[in-house]
């Protein structure tokens, strides 16, 4: 969703610099991008590793970058101040077993840095995980089925407010899932959680 024309040139009227993650509802970009990594005759050499070893899982992060985009620029001329593609593969093991995802990005910044593109999209995959982990703690998330027509976008729109409101109200010291269970049992709290009074 955040890879957007209009985010882009959002950040180009900040004089902001951006990384965006590519997804497949691009168009032919995300394919551009992908198939650019994914063959022998373009691909870039590694950019930069970088390995982790917490809790029994282990993960190697590459990250690979190029500013040799001339013909990519010619391909998609709306996507202003484009600078740069980054393929990040995180190849993860735990309990035995191996996973392997590559993910694509564009951005603004020169891909003479490939560490600090990493960094930044390290970042972002922290803010939305955390993002996901509290949803799914607080509001059991994961385990909502809700399909039927827009049902799960407004339920999600909805549980989006409900944390908002739960992170505005600070006389409480406890945990957003303690909150949403005292909002629920508790008329007065639940008033000043919505009220802000």
């Known amino acids: 969703m955040g890879c957007q024309t209009a985010v882009a040139q959002h950040?180009?009227?900040?004089?902001?610099d951006g990384v965006l993650s590519l997804k497949g509802h691009q168009g032919t970009l995300h394919n551009d991008v992908k198939l650019f990594f994914e063959s022998e005759n373009t691909c870039p050499t590694v950019g930069y590793e970088s390995f982790d070893g917490e809790h029994g899982r282990y993960e190697k992060r590459t990250v690979r970058a190029s500013s040799d985009i001339e013909w990519l620029k010619k391909a998609h001329p709306k996507w202003e101040k484009l600078t740069s593609i980054v393929a990040v593969t995180a190849k993860r093991e735990c309990k035995g077993k191996v996973t392997e995802e590559t993910r694509y990005f564009i951005s603004s910044l020169d891909a003479t840095d490939p560490k600090?593109?990493?960094?930044i999209v390290r970042a972002h995959w922290g803010i939305e995980n955390?993002?996901?982990?509290?949803?799914?703690?607080?509001?059991?998330?994961?385990?909502q089925r809700t399909r039927v027509g827009n049902s799960d976008a407004n339920m999600a729109i909805v549980r989006h407010i409900a944390l908002n409101l739960l992170k505005t109200e600070k006389?409480?010291?406890m945990g957003?899932?303690?909150?949403?269970?005292?909002?629920?049992?508790?008329e007065n709290y639940w008033l000043k959680v919505i009220l802000g009074v």
């Open 11 to 16: 950040m180009i009227e900040q004089k902001a």
């Open 116 to 119: 600090r593109l990493g960094q």
């Open 130 to 143: 955390n993002l996901h982990w509290v949803l799914d703690d607080a509001f059991d998330e994961d385990k």
């Open 171 to 173: 006389s409480s010291k």
């Open 176 to 186: 957003m899932k303690t909150k949403c269970l005292k909002a629920g049992w508790d």
